[in-house]
């Protein structure tokens, strides 16, 4: 060897053999060599790969093939930098073929064959425990460990644990186990007083506020009030548990709270009841420059609220100051407004609010909110806003999505441009400072850009928009369709995040009947084009059991614009071989290839 060893591992010995055939050796060059083992070549170098870093462990270890139902040889490496890499290794030859990488943190990663459910698998460590196993739909999966940070781990068998972990962390030994390894999703539940509408954390401490609210829905001051009453003509009765039996109901009434949630600790450190048939439909975290950068929890309330036809008395705005960190809140005022502002933002040092059609701006005074700008944007209701810069893009009940610019110096709102469909809004997001993503009410999800001629000429100073002329009764410019997909679900909340380490951003979803999806943008021309190429096959090899047309089913109200259907894409695992090999064909590809390829897209960007 020409460098430092850093790291060694031998292969289980075969069935039928006396000794194992092959050494993998990592050495501090940033190189992998494959040694072999037979006794006319011993130590004969076979195979060579250079690596980015220098190997801190390297195992050898037999995993099941999902391409058949035997098993096979692979070299599993951990890098000094954090990064975890698989390739196959060819029992003869001593060939590393097929590597696939994944940064798993920024510590250098330990590496341990365990058993789980039957199945080998790896248990990788770094800034927090992996474990690589191989799902029969879905191929070979990283997967982070809910616990600790650990140092070691191995097998552990006995008559309470047979597949157990043995583990150390700090000072303390563990021992768990795995109960699904095709469930990788952690779910756990705090329960609430009402039904969550909406949620924003604290900006810097680890805390939840939700709103919650429920129609039809006597409140805890009218519960209190009526059972006073009663005792007199009634003093046996009990109040039943309301978490069991719900609250008691009655007609035209709310009840609705405030709520401090600590995810970590998974308890509610405080709540706060809205008193006088006040229902809270809305709530941001904004920092107002007159108040040093301090931030503020603001509440959007209706009062005597009726949903269909829709109708109210009064609509306010409440404000409260953190308390001990973001664990309590201080009521500090509340502001009367026209209507039930549906949506609040932060906005450079103020809120934006959007009431009824109208979009306003607010200051924090020493009584109450203090009115800077404001406009009528949109035709119906604004539903959503969502800001970047000096831009506010606006959310329509009906009328999909307006940008609206703000100007520092005359102190105006400005509507640019809007949308070219009737967009029945549920959610919004800037996916940059030029485009917007968003759902509606019918299922789809879609992205509008503003053209750059467009963007330039709303950042140029003057009052120039002021004057252009309106088209159609909306803004003078319209929005380009980039994006148009439907999806089976109505979206409730969108946001751009990063769902991996060292993952690029992605656009996540939910919808109303759970569904839990993620928009991945292809980085290069090449995949862009690979896994159109997929979906055209697979709309052909792979049609719907109910004989439905896919390319009319993801297209159901706008034509699909700008999509490639994942989830039909990686349904090819589940075709016959020879559909398989016939598709792979088509591609230029072998079947492995492809497979590598879808699970790569979602391993690297997302779960």
Same mark, same amino acid.
């Given at each position: 060897?020409?460098?430092?060893?850093?790291?060694?591992?031998?292969?289980?010995?075969?069935?039928?053999?006396? &000794?194992?055939?092959?050494?993998?050796?990592?050495?501090?060059?940033?190189?992998? &060599?494959?040694?072999?083992?037979?006794?006319?070549?011993?130590?004969?170098?076979?195979?060579?790969?250079?690596?980015?870093?220098?190997?801190?462990?390297?195992? !050898?270890?037999?995993?099941?093939?999902?391409?058949?139902?035997?098993?096979?040889?692979?070299?599993?490496?951990?890098?000094?930098?954090?990064?975890?890499?698989?390739?196959?290794?060819?029992?003869?030859?001593?060939?590393?073929?097929?590597?696939?990488?994944?940064?798993?943190?920024?510590?250098?990663?330990?590496?341990?064959?365990?058993?789980?459910?039957?199945?080998?698998?790896?248990?990788?460590?770094?800034?927090?425990?992996?474990?690589?196993?191989? /799902?029969?739909?879905?191929? #070979?999966?990283?997967?982070?460990?809910?616990?600790?940070?650990?140092?070691?781990?191995?097998?552990?068998?006995?008559?309470?644990?047979?597949?157990?972990?043995?583990? !150390?962390?700090?000072?303390?030994?563990?021992?768990?186990?795995?109960?699904?390894?095709? /469930?990788?999703?952690? $779910?756990?539940?705090?329960?609430?007083?009402?039904?969550? $509408?909406?949620?924003?954390?604290?900006?810097?401490?680890?805390?939840?506020?939700?709103?919650?609210?429920?129609?039809?829905?006597?409140?805890?001051?009218?519960?209190?009030?009526?059972?006073?009453?009663?005792?007199?003509?009634?003093?046996?009765?009990?109040?039943?548990?309301?978490?069991? #039996?719900?609250?008691?109901?009655?007609?035209?009434?709310? =009840?609705?709270?405030?709520?401090?949630?600590?995810?970590?600790?998974?308890?509610?450190? %405080?709540?706060?009841?809205?008193?006088?048939?006040?229902?809270?439909?809305?709530? =941001?975290?904004?920092?107002?420059?007159?108040?040093?950068?301090?931030?503020?929890?603001?509440?959007?309330?209706?009062?005597?609220?009726?949903?269909?036809?829709?109708?109210?008395?009064?609509?306010? !705005? *409440?404000?409260?100051? #953190?308390?001990?960190?973001?664990?309590?809140?201080?009521?500090?005022?509340?502001?009367?407004?026209?209507?039930?502002?549906?949506?609040?933002?932060?906005?450079?040092?103020?809120?934006?609010?959007?009431?009824?059609?109208?979009?306003?701006?607010? /200051?924090?005074?020493?009584?109450?909110?203090?009115?800077?700008? %404001?406009?009528?944007?949109?035709?119906?209701?604004?539903?959503?806003?969502?800001?970047?810069?000096?831009?506010?893009?606006?959310?329509?009940?009906?009328?999909?999505?307006?940008?609206?610019?703000?100007?520092?110096?005359?102190? &105006?709102? +400005?509507?640019?441009?809007?949308?070219?469909?009737?967009?029945?809004?549920?959610?919004?997001?800037?996916?940059?400072?030029?485009?917007?993503?968003?759902?509606?009410?019918?299922?789809?999800?879609?992205?509008?850009?503003?053209?750059?001629?467009?963007? *330039?000429?709303?950042?140029?100073?003057?009052?120039?928009?002021?004057?252009? $002329?309106?088209?159609?009764?909306?803004?003078?410019?319209?929005?380009?369709?980039?994006? *148009?997909?439907?999806?089976?679900?109505?979206?409730?909340?969108?946001?751009?995040?990063?769902?991996?380490?060292?993952?690029?951003?992605?656009?996540?979803?939910?919808?109303?009947?759970?569904?839990?999806?993620?928009?991945?943008?292809?980085?290069?021309?090449?995949?862009?084009? #690979?896994?159109? +190429?997929?979906?055209?096959?697979?709309?052909?090899?792979?049609?719907?059991?109910?004989?439905?047309?896919?390319?009319?089913? &993801?297209?159901?109200?706008?034509?699909?614009?700008?999509?490639?259907?994942?989830?039909?894409?990686?349904?090819?695992?589940?075709?016959?071989?020879?559909?398989? %090999?016939?598709?792979?064909?088509?591609?230029?590809?072998?079947?492995?290839?492809?497979?590598?390829?879808?699970?790569?897209?979602?391993?690297?960007?997302?779960?």
């Amino acid at each position: 060897m020409f460098s430092t060893v850093t790291c060694l591992s031998l292969g289980q010995v075969p069935e039928g053999r006396l &000794r194992s055939p092959l050494l993998a050796v990592g050495c501090e060059d940033c190189t992998v &060599r494959i040694l072999s083992l037979d006794p006319d070549s011993t130590l004969e170098n076979k195979s060579i790969q250079a690596l980015t870093a220098a190997p801190s462990a390297l195992n !050898i270890m037999a995993m099941e093939d999902p391409l058949s139902s035997s098993s096979g040889l692979y070299l599993h490496i951990g890098l000094s930098s954090g990064v975890y890499l698989r390739t196959g290794l060819d029992e003869i030859t001593g060939e590393l073929t097929d590597t696939q990488t994944r940064l798993l943190g920024l510590k250098a990663i330990k590496l341990f064959q365990v058993k789980v459910k039957g199945q080998t698998c790896v248990l990788a460590l770094s800034s927090k425990p992996w474990m690589g196993y191989t /799902d029969p739909r879905r191929g #070979f999966m990283m997967t982070p460990l809910n616990c600790e940070d650990l140092e070691w781990g191995w097998n552990f068998s006995s008559e309470q644990c047979e597949e157990g972990i043995i583990a !150390i962390h700090a000072n303390f030994l563990q021992i768990f186990y795995i109960e699904n390894l095709r /469930d990788n999703l952690i $779910r756990k539940s705090i329960p609430l007083t009402y039904t969550p $509408r909406h949620f924003v954390k604290h900006p810097d401490q680890p805390y939840f506020y939700t709103i919650e609210a429920d129609s039809n829905t006597l409140g805890p001051e009218l519960c209190a009030q009526l059972l006073a009453e009663d005792n007199g003509m009634n003093g046996d009765a009990k109040v039943l548990p309301p978490e069991e #039996f719900g609250y008691p109901r009655g007609h035209g009434r709310w =009840a609705s709270c405030i709520s401090i949630v600590d995810p970590i600790g998974e308890q509610v450190l %405080q709540k706060i009841d809205l008193e006088g048939n006040e229902a809270a439909i809305s709530v =941001a975290v904004a920092s107002f420059t007159g108040q040093d950068g301090e931030s503020f929890l603001l509440v959007g309330t209706g009062k005597d609220m009726i949903l269909n036809p829709r109708q109210f008395s009064e609509g306010y !705005i *409440h404000v409260y100051r #953190f308390q001990q960190n973001g664990r309590e809140l201080e009521f500090i005022h509340k502001t009367k407004v026209e209507e039930p502002p549906m949506a609040l933002v932060a906005f450079q040092g103020r809120l934006a609010a959007g009431i009824g059609k109208i979009l306003r701006i607010y /200051d924090l005074g020493l009584k109450q909110l203090l009115r800077k700008a %404001q406009v009528e944007v949109v035709p119906q209701l604004i539903v959503s806003l969502q800001t970047q810069g000096s831009r506010i893009v606006v959310g329509d009940l009906q009328q999909g999505v307006t940008m609206v610019v703000f100007d520092h110096e005359y102190q &105006r709102l +400005t509507p640019f441009i809007d949308d070219t469909i009737a967009r029945w809004t549920t959610c919004t997001a800037m996916v940059d400072y030029e485009s917007v993503v968003g759902g509606d009410k019918f299922g789809n999800l879609w992205i509008v850009r503003c053209p750059e001629k467009t963007s *330039h000429e709303a950042d140029q100073p003057g009052n120039h928009l002021s004057h252009a $002329r309106k088209y159609l009764h909306g803004a003078p410019s319209r929005l380009d369709s980039v994006v *148009h997909f439907f999806t089976q679900d109505i979206p409730t909340s969108i946001t751009k995040a990063s769902l991996v380490v060292g993952g690029q951003d992605v656009l996540v979803w939910s919808g109303l009947q759970g569904t839990i999806g993620v928009l991945i943008p292809f980085i290069t021309r090449e995949d862009a084009d #690979f896994f159109h +190429t997929l979906e055209v096959q697979m709309r052909n090899e792979d049609p719907s059991p109910v004989g439905r047309d896919h390319l009319m089913y &993801r297209g159901c109200y706008v034509p699909v614009k700008g999509v490639i259907d994942g989830d039909l894409c990686e349904r090819y695992r589940l075709l016959p071989a020879d559909k398989k %090999q016939q598709i792979a064909s088509e591609l230029d590809r072998s079947v492995r290839e492809v497979e590598r390829k879808i699970s790569d897209v979602r391993t690297r960007s997302a779960f």
